[in-house]
């Protein structure tokens, strides 16, 4: 039983086959999935994805390159939805100083802001973070928010990085790229990660595990992840899907 807990199966990737996508999930162990709906458009097909699947679970914030589209009434929206039993966390949230979309400033009030409000609502939050961190692990202290933690996804920092995060309390989550055969960093940051805070995820349609690399990625492409994962723990599979299943259930609140 395994828990992707990063995918986008709202996607227009999977417009033409999302139920067999999500079945082909299940039928390789997938337990569990965690939707995120990042922005204006996103959010709703998200919701719709949870209320359709017992499943699948929502996580729903505004991502850093959409940061200069959030407006106003925005926040008070997230914080509506919030109160329906599938959505679990506020996220995905974070800084992205690879694409060029949203101005630094804006994208760190928007980070701000998010942080506040799980804060608020003591909910976990789900940090996206590209080419940002430094800025991203001072940012998270100045808010406090090691009273809230959540996940660091798709991680790719440093081992340094990777300890910080953990003394805030945050899971560290690894996707496909931890398969790549050139993945040397992530790997030795996934082998010194203690069990207790590791997670699985995807992030499908996007960063598509070996062998799959550069075709679209899909939620049964997590056992993949989880096989690596086992493997630099050098532990058995089944446990350690077990492990990082019960981390998710418990980061998530979910009963």
Known sequence: MIFDTHTHLDNEAFDEDRDEVIARA???????????????????????????????????????????????????????LTEHEKVVAIGEIGLDYHWDTSPKDVQQ?????QIGLARELNMPIIIHNREAHEDIVRILREENAKEVGGIMHAFSGSWETAKMCLDMGFYISFGGPVTFKNAKQPKEVLKQVPMDRLLVETDSPYLTPHPFRGKRNESSYVRLVAEMGAGLKDMDFEEFCKITT??????????
């Open 26 to 80: 299940v039928e390789e162990g997938v337990s569990r999935m965690v939707n995120i709906g990042f922005n204006r458009e996103t959010i709703p097909t998200t919701m719709a994805l949870a209320e359709k699947y017992p499943f699948i679970y929502a996580a729903v914030g505004w991502h850093p390159v959409d940061a200069i589209t959030m407006e106003k009434g925005d926040i008070d929206w997230i914080a509506k």
């Open 109 to 113: 009030r928007v980070f701000r802001e």
């Open 246 to 255: 019960s981390n998710a259930l418990t980061c998530f609140d979910i009963r």
